[in-house]
């Protein structure tokens, strides 16, 4: 017996009126109200007869329902027809749609897939469904090689020497040098290179390789800075006929010495500053390019070495990609498929000796291989972006229009950060600008063009392709919501495949298969792996093969690939190759996790990252803060996910695969408590720390990198508080202080004390012995900050300044005056050593002096630091020190040349220079600088008047190799414990730009590692 319902609530009649669609709607409300509500399709048979309905004083007649509104998304309607003789005589199909979501082509092109699938299948009833081909005449030759008919005999340019190595980069550059020779080939900041003055080094380099055994088919790894010495390295590997490795030096120590060894570099080649970021024993075969002698090593090799110089089918370079089995892994590129690339990029940009191209991308991010190479090979013009300059669009803004560039590369992601930026607007003079590895949103598109007149272009390829196989030009209209990614280029072939290998219909979504020239030889040393994602070409010529790229999309009746997404757990972050299993690996190498699981989540703030893991036993659940430092420690800073879940169990679906879907929701670290905010700019930055980054409150001490900041956020926050506040930062400020506490003082009034405290936390907070920092003769610390990006996330930073800079207070007299003010300031903050000190310049010399004091008070002194600071044993006169001289030393600090001011160098004009920098030194007012200026003076004073004396403790000397200033030994007639020197390739005023600063932050780092105790009371 059925149970009948009854109705209490009349209530529940309220609103019986309403459409369905809206109660669903209401129910679901970011479901589109554009499409059905229950489902899409709708099938109908009508097998029966004629329909009657008999009912007293009704007549009921049938009604034609063509031209009226589609109830549903597509409709099929069978309906059986019969003869005279009442047997059926077949069976006819109306398809109804939604003309708001289907044009009369495709649906006309379903109907007929569906009605040779009918056709096909009563035809041999034993077949199954998946071998049924639904392509109608001419498709699947249309799929298959009419939109892949993209051969092209290349035609190279006249070389130096007919050969295979024509063929080759190598051959390229050296048939541009003939060509234009004394045409400007290079620039990276004051370094200025023709093509044979760029040809000459590279030439000496690749001899001294080949002296020490590089030949055609070894591996040189490049550990070196972005600079013009990265260019002619990579240069000279490849004339040495081997393949160039990258080595990205903000990569963990262990990742770095995992693609060491299993790359197995016959020379790794780098520099004295980079050498602190190599695992030590990385390789016996070091070419430290400033290392003594090595200038001279090369010279004699140029002479006399044999370079067999690469050849088409040579790996020209390796770089590697994020690994699904929990390890990156080496990607092989031959000569035969860049070269390819770069004629093809050639013949559809066209650049010349009048265009610049912008190098930015950091070497271990593939599309850097054309922004190194295509200028080269082309007589235009390659323009190095500083290290670090990548992350930084107001810096790139800057760049662009100082250097006039005319062609450069954003991932959207970036590129959209860099259309917010102010200054974007003022890049006039570019040309084109070339997007890949991201979706394009049309919405992105659009405001491109709205700002700047340049084109913009869409390419798409992996790592395993040659950088990029399909091309689409952003001028021409599509409607989809993400850009296309377009067409093949030159010698190359994309089908869209389904399970089964057979060619997907036109409009219908299948896996991206590549094929052609551009195909890499496969993944070092592992065959398995790349016989998997490297397979035999069922449609190509005989022994071709086909690159499963993992990618879903679809063809348009135009011919032109759409993205669609992904068929694996892979995933695209900022424009970086993330295998969310390399990530697992890591995580279960943690001796407390069981097991984890990683996901991927679409955010406001842009992707982030979800750990879960479970514990490796009863009462052994991980601390997520730890496992985020353990995955710092192994992972780029990409990889390291925001969220950590400690679950009980993985969750599964029935056939034993893990339901990501059953997962909670991610939990965010907790965090230590922190102070609240305390005045209303502090107030204001916790808000906008936690709208950002997605966290419910935020307190002054919490880090914006820890609470899962980077780069891209960053340009998001400084446009923020631009808005809020009205006060201007760079990237940069952000990466020196990251807590809200620290960037307050950054946006303190110019006349507060914040910035000019004699004290200056630079990076409070942390359970280590923090650095104290004294600041070098122009009285200041703030180029200290960038240090904090380099050292242990524990450890504190903080800047010794000058008095006099902030008020009009008496200047110190000598350096034991100086010393023992500073030594009272840092005791405030700790009260107990072992103490940590560093200074540069006239600073380490004070710090020197400081460490004698702490000594002579009972306490240890753990680092002494000294940045191309030297002793003295006897008085001399001060140096000469005028307004001028002050002025040109606050010009170079801005990086602007006195001929540029357009007057005589005075206040009012470098006033006026200053603040329109946008640099740090910006935010003084004009008495604060003749301040600086009092101090400067007395600094020189002071330096030249006062003898250097002597402490127990050893020290760690980095010296600048460019007009060196002194001799580092002399530090041991002043220290007891033992002086480690290292060269840095650079002059004394440059220590603290990114390159030398990144090399120092590396050597610091590794002395720093293990934790001090730090007594702060």
Not at 890 to 903: K, N, T, V, W, Y
């Amino acid at each position: 017996m059925v149970e009948r319902v009854r109705v209490t609530d009349l209530a529940a009649f309220a609103h019986q009126d309403v459409p369905f669609e809206q109660l669903v709607h209401a129910l679901q409300p970011a479901r589109s109200l554009a499409r059905h509500p229950l489902f899409q399709v709708m099938i109908v048979l009508q097998n029966n007869a004629v329909a009657s309905l008999d009912l007293p004083g009704v007549v009921a007649r049938p009604v034609d329902g063509e031209g009226g509104a589609a109830k549903f998304d597509l409709g099929f309607n069978f309906v059986e027809r019969t003869g005279p003789d009442g047997g059926p005589v077949g069976i006819e199909l109306t398809v109804e749609y939604s003309a708001d979501l289907f044009d009369e082509s495709t649906v006309r092109r379903i109907g007929e897939r569906l009605v040779r699938l009918l056709t096909a299948g009563t035809a041999d009833p034993a077949m199954p469904l998946g071998r049924l081909d639904i392509l109608g005449d001419g498709e699947r030759e249309q799929l298959l090689t009419g939109w892949n008919d993209t051969g092209r005999t290349l035609e190279l340019p006249a070389a130096v020497e007919e050969g295979p190595e024509s063929e080759t980069i190598a051959g390229l550059f050296a048939a541009q040098v003939a060509r234009t020779p004394d045409a400007l080939a290079l620039v990276a900041g004051d370094t200025r290179l023709t093509y044979a003055e760029l040809e000459a080094r590279s030439a000496a380099l690749a001899g001294l390789l080949a002296a020490r055994g590089v030949g055609r088919g070894d591996v040189v790894a490049v550990a070196v800075p972005r600079s013009a010495d990265l260019t002619v390295a990579l240069l000279a590997a490849i004339r040495a006929g081997a393949a160039y490795l990258p080595i990205e030096l903000d990569y963990p120590a262990e990742r770095v010495a995992h693609m060491l060894a299993d790359a197995a570099p016959a020379v790794v080649v780098t520099t004295s500053g980079a050498l602190g970021a190599l695992p030590v024993g990385a390789a016996a075969n070091l070419v430290v390019l400033d290392g003594p002698g090595t200038r001279e090593e090369a010279e004699a090799a140029l002479g006399t070495a044999v370079l067999p110089g690469p050849l088409p089918d040579s790996p020209a370079y390796v770089i590697y990609t994020s690994g699904s089995t929990g390890l990156p892994k080496g990607v092989v590129v031959p000569h035969r498929g860049i070269v390819n690339r770069l004629l093809w990029m050639q013949d559809a940009y066209r650049i010349g000796p009048d265009d610049r191209v912008l190098q930015k991308t950091p070497s271990g991010f593939d599309v850097s291989v054309w922004e190194f190479f295509w200028p080269l090979v082309t007589g235009a013009v390659q323009v190095v972006a500083e290290p670090g300059g990548h992350r930084d669009p107001a810096y790139l803004a800057r760049l662009i229009q100082d250097a006039g560039v005319t062609t450069t590369h954003f991932v959207p992601s970036m590129l959209e950060v860099f259309l917010a930026e102010p200054q974007a607007a003022r890049c006039t003079g570019l040309r084109r600008v070339l997007c890949s590895g991201e979706a394009l949103p049309t919405g992105l598109r659009e405001r491109f063009r709205a700002l700047l007149p340049a084109g913009l272009h869409n390419l798409y390829g992996p790592t395993e392709a040659s950088v990029d196989v399909t091309a689409w030009d952003c001028a021409e209209e599509s409607a989809a919501a993400v850009v296309p990614i377009g067409r093949p280029v030159w010698n190359t072939r994309t089908y869209v495949l389904d399970a089964a290998l057979a060619p997907a219909p036109v409009g219908s979504g299948g896996e991206l298969y590549l094929g052609g020239v551009q195909l890499a030889h496969g993944y070092l040393g592992r065959a398995g792996l790349t016989a998997e994602r490297f397979v035999a070409d069922p449609y190509g010529p005989p022994g071709s093969r086909l690159y499963r790229t993992g990618d879903l999309a679809r063809i348009t009746a135009a011919g032109v690939l759409e993205y669609l997404g992904r068929t694996d757990d892979q995933v695209k972050i900022r424009g970086r190759r993330v295998e969310l299993g390399e990530i697992e690996h890591a995580l279960t190498r943690h001796p407390l996790v069981g097991s984890a699981v990683v996901t991927a989540r679409t955010t406001p703030s842009g992707v982030t990252l979800a750990a879960y893991v479970t514990s490796a036993g009863p009462g052994r659940a991980p601390d997520p803060a730890a496992l985020r430092d353990h995955l710092t420690g192994v992972l780029p800073d990409h990889m390291v996910p925001v969220h950590y879940t400690l679950i009980d169990a993985v969750p599964v679906t029935p056939n034993g695969k893990v339901d990501r879907k059953a997962l909670p929701e991610p939990e965010l670290l907790e965090r230590a408590p922190g102070r609240a905010p305390r005045d209303g700019t502090e107030t204001a930055l916790c808000e906008i720390f936690a709208e950002l980054l997605g966290h419910p409150t935020v307190s002054i001490d919490d880090n914006f990198f820890e609470l899962g900041g980077h780069s891209l956020l960053a340009t998001r926050l400084i446009s923020m508080v631009r808005d809020r506040l009205g006060a201007g930062m760079s990237v940069v400020s952000i990466f020196e202080a990251p807590t809200v506490a620290a960037l307050a003082l950054r946006l303190a009034d110019a006349d507060a004390a914040g910035p000019l405290s004699r004290l200056l936390p630079l990076r409070s907070g942390g359970t280590g012995a923090p650095v104290f920092c004294v600041h070098p003769l122009g009285g200041l610390s703030w180029p200290y900050a960038g240090l904090a990006e380099h050292l242990p996330a524990d450890v504190g930073l903080y800047g010794l300044q000058s008095a006099g800079i902030g008020d009009d207070e008496p200047l110190p007299a000598t350096v034991e005056e100086m010393a023992a003010d500073y030594v009272a300031r840092i005791r405030t903050v700790q009260a107990r050593g072992p103490y940590r000190l560093l200074g540069w310049s006239l600073g380490g010399r004070v710090a020197h002096a400081m460490a004698g004091l702490l000594e002579a008070a009972g306490q240890e002194v753990e680092l002494l630091a000294l940045l191309d600071a030297y002793p003295r044993t006897e008085p001399e006169p001060a140096a000469s020190f005028s307004e001028e001289d002050f002025l040109r030393g606050i010009l170079a600090a801005i990086g602007m040349d006195a001929d540029e001011l357009g007057g005589p160098v005075e206040f009012g004009r470098v006033m006026a220079a200053m603040r329109a920098s946008g640099k740090e030194l910006a935010g003084l007012t004009e008495e604060q600088l003749r301040r600086l200026q009092r101090v400067m003076a007395n600094s020189f004073r002071v330096e030249a008047g006062s003898v250097t004396g002597r402490c127990r403790a050893g020290a760690v000397m980095f010296a600048a190799t460019v007009d060196p200033a002194g001799e580092p030994g002399d530090w041991l007639q002043h220290i007891e414990g033992d002086l480690e020197i290292h060269s840095v390739a650079a002059a004394h005023n440059d220590l603290m730009r990114p390159a030398p600063l990144a090399g120092i932050g590396a050597v610091l780092a590794k002395k720093l590692a293990r934790t001090a105790p730090v007594d702060r009371a």
